[in-house]
């Protein structure tokens, strides 16, 4: 794992006006500053292991904060912007698999909650769980700063969109695939109903057979997050097991909806190198399996507000599809439990109209095509679109 010093930073500038990141009350739009973002973890893992996908933003303007919230998008935000219930999902476990150990899991997420109007989630009340990859409570992995930021995304995001769900944080030994699909699988095992892998690293020969045994389960909603390198293909997204969950920049708009979303630039996606397609997609661009599925905020110039204090200061404003996929199997949970068998990233195709189809926007060069560049329909940055209530899942 990296420290710290060992992270890439990066600069994003944006000089068209956008929205600027609010509170718990939709934001007014003004023209960002230039911002900048680190990896929260190392950028380039070795064959066999994976990174997570989170950004962090560093800028003094996503660790301002507005009247009384902190910056970045809030649960109110989030439903608002995708049409979603407030109610639902009660009692329903959404796993996180994430690499080593966050001290202040527990405690991050109470002020979390706390701080926009969420009910408590805690060990004690019976809501949260934190286990080994093994499924016990102890002894825990190394604690490490960078997959901490990560825990502490996932597991608020799942506080956003679903505060009634129980939160099941399962902590592989180390990013090793082997590792984090053992981890995935005492998730499923531990009665989850979705399951939220927001990290990701190079397809290799042979995860079609040996790694995705870890990501097959018929009745459980797996999600991936598809990567934050633009165009490229990250594993586990590529896998024909999981919803690869691409990324969108979220912007308030006088519409109906109230809102805007364009392909982010750093969303992963593409065609696999190995991966068989799925009968449920049907684009004629990729002989083999698609990314993305489906999408939902991840550019940091929009992120979302987030409380970690392992070795931070407590809320800053993250991005990266490590926000998008906790969101998306947030969304199923509060669609209730996928039924026996099925096959929950297939949904989506059959009820297209319950999506917000993304339509502009790119993530690099493929020609102009689908796979890099966002269209009406099908297009691999975005998938099939983002959450327009929950019909899609």
């Known amino acids: 794992m990296t420290s710290k010093a060992l992270r890439i930073l990066a600069a994003v500038t944006l000089w068209a006006g956008v929205t600027a990141l609010g509170g718990a009350t939709a934001a007014q739009a003004q023209p960002l500053p230039t911002i900048t973002t680190t990896h929260a973890c190392n950028t380039t893992p070795a064959p066999g292991f994976a990174a997570c996908n989170a950004l962090v933003r560093t800028d003094s303007g996503a660790r301002s904060f507005a009247p009384a919230a902190p910056a970045g998008l809030s649960p109110a935000n989030l439903h608002a912007a995708y049409k979603l219930p ?9 796993a996180i698999v994430d690499a080593m150990d966050d001290p202040n899991a527990e405690k991050d997420l109470g002020t979390y909650r706390s701080t926009f109007g969420l009910p408590a989630c805690t060990t004690a009340n019976g809501c949260f769980r934190k286990l080994n990859q093994n ?12 997959w901490a930021e990560e ?42 109903v979705a399951i939220s892998n927001s990290y ?24 991936a997050s598809s990567g934050d390198s633009g ?40 065609c696999s190198r190995f991966e068989a397609k799925p009968t449920w997609q ?15 905020v991840a550019d940091p110039a929009t992120g979302v507000a987030v409380n970690d204090t392992f070795n931070e200061s407590g809320f800053l404003v993250f ?51 689908y796979l890099c560049t966002a269209k009406a329909g099908y297009d691999g940055p975005t998938g099939l679109g983002t959450p327009n209530g929950l019909g899609a899942f």
């Open 86 to 94: 407030t109610a639902g999902g009660a009692g329903l476990t959404v």
């Open 135 to 146: 499924g016990a409570a102890s002894p825990l992995p190394a604690s490490d700063t960078g």
């Open 151 to 192: 825990i502490s995304l996932d597991v608020d995001m799942v506080s956003a969109i679903c505060p009634q769900c129980h939160i099941l944080l399962v902590e592989a030994s180390s990013a090793s695939f082997n590792n984090l699909g053992t981890a995935v699988n005492t998730a499923a095992r531990l009665g989850a």
């Open 200 to 223: 990701g690293g190079g397809e290799f020969n042979g995860e079609q057979t040996s790694g995705d045994a870890f990501f097959n389960h018929p009745g459980i909603a797996v999600t």
């Open 231 to 270: 165009f490229g293909v990250e594993y586990p997204a590529a896998s024909r097991f999981v919803t690869a969950v691409g990324g969108t920049s979220l912007r308030t708009a006088s519409t109906a909806r109230g809102w805007s979303e364009t392909a982010w630039s750093g969303a992963g996606s593409g």
């Open 282 to 296: 049907h684009d004629t661009g990729c002989a083999r399996r698609t990314v993305a599925d489906v999408s939902a």
């Open 319 to 369: 991005g990266g599809t490590s926000v998008s996929s906790p969101i998306i199997a947030s969304v199923y949970a509060l669609a209730g439990r996928p039924a026996a068998g099925s096959t929950p990233a297939s949904l989506a195709y059959s009820h297209t109209g319950s999506l917000f189809d993304v339509t502009s926007g790119s993530n690099g060069s493929c020609g102009g095509t």
